[in-house]
Structure formats: C-alpha cells, structure tokens
C-alpha cells in the first residue's frame, strides 16, 4: 500500500457524526504528519474563562502591548501546554515552519515577543493539542470522520474561532447545511 500524502499545512475538519464529542466541528491546523504520526494544533473553539493576560500573568511575563485575546482549545492531549500558530514573519528557538505557511512556536520567546510587540504580525495561541499514533490518522481519514481542505491563512488569522468550521467548509465546496449526522446503506 502507499504511503498516504502528507496532511501538513492543511486543516482537518470533523464531519457531523464523528462519534467523538471533543472534535464536534473541530478544525484542526496540521503541523507534522509522517510516518511517525502527526500533530495538529485545534483552532475551532475556544477555552472558556482564560485570556492571553490571564496566561501572560501565570508565566510571569507583562502583557505590553498584547491585546487581551482568548485562548484556542488546541485539542485534548497535554492542555496545560501552550502553542502559538503565527505568521512566517517571525521565528524563534523550536519554532516549526509548516509548508512555508505558517509557524508554530511552544516556546515562551514567542509570547514574550508578542508583549514586547516584536513578534509576529498575526498569531493566534492554544492550549493542547490534537496527536496521532503511527498510521493512526490515515486509517482514520479512509474510514470516516475527517475533511482534509487547504490550510487557508486567512481563515486561520482572520476568522473568530466559532465561524472557523463553517467557513472552511464553504472554501472547500460543501455547504454545511446540507450534511447529516448520520449514515444509511442501501
């Protein structure tokens, strides 16, 4: 069998029916995709009652000129870690260039340079985030549940968190009023 095509710098999206309700209407921006497994950071919904200052405080670290911002539910694996998604205007120790897209950073220097005003032109910041076994995302993606689509820099910088979903669905073609939740045979 071939090896399946990589999924960095795209974005999943969980399809209606996935069966798991952490990734109800998830878009997940995919970072590292290999043989290995892959890694994705979710930029579909937000975590509820934290803020950039509120973060910014906890690490000790002033907030500058960062705006107060909220925070992205990256996915369900390690939640207490931060990463930061940003433009390829800025790179830092570890950073991660997906594609020649966008970056991700899970060091402090990023969010340092945000408050200093120094860092990256557009970012957006999680907390987890979404991983897979080796070959598990790509039996995933043959079964059910998942939609690859471009990883569009617009949608990830542009768009609130909540309208992420439906307006990647629309980039790809598909109207999302129009899926349902379950399956029949014939």
Same mark, same amino acid.
């Not at 669905?169 to 790809?172: I, L």
């Given at each position: 069998m071939d090896a399946p095509a990589s999924l960095r710098g795209q974005f999943l999206l969980a399809m209606p029916g996935i069966g798991d309700p952490r990734f109800e209407k998830a878009v997940i921006a995919m970072c590292a995709h290999d043989e290995q497994g892959a890694l994705g950071v979710g930029? /579909? !919904?937000i975590?509820? /009652?934290i803020t950039l200052h509120h973060l910014l405080d906890q690490l000790d670290i002033a907030p500058g000129v960062a705006p107060d911002c909220v @925070? =992205? &539910?990256g996915g369900p694996v390690e939640q207490q870690r931060g990463f930061v998604l940003h433009g390829t205007d800025w790179t830092g120790e570890d950073s991660? @260039?997906?594609e020649g897209r966008w970056v991700m950073t899970s060091t402090l220097d990023v969010l340092r340079a945000i %408050? %200093? /005003?120094t860092g990256p032109? =557009?970012?957006l910041i999680a907390l987890g985030y979404a991983g897979w076994g080796e070959g598990q995302l790509d039996g995933e993606m043959r079964r059910h549940g998942w939609l690859a689509t471009r990883g569009d820099d617009r949608l990830l910088f542009e768009h609130q968190a909540a309208a992420r979903w439906e307006a990647a &669905?629309? !980039? %790809?073609g598909i109207d999302p009023r129009l899926l349902a939740s379950t399956s029949g045979q014939a």
């Open positions: 930029i /579909g !919904s975590v509820p /009652g @925070i =992205h &539910m991660l @260039i997906v %408050a %200093a /005003g032109r =557009h970012w &669905m629309r !980039s %790809a």
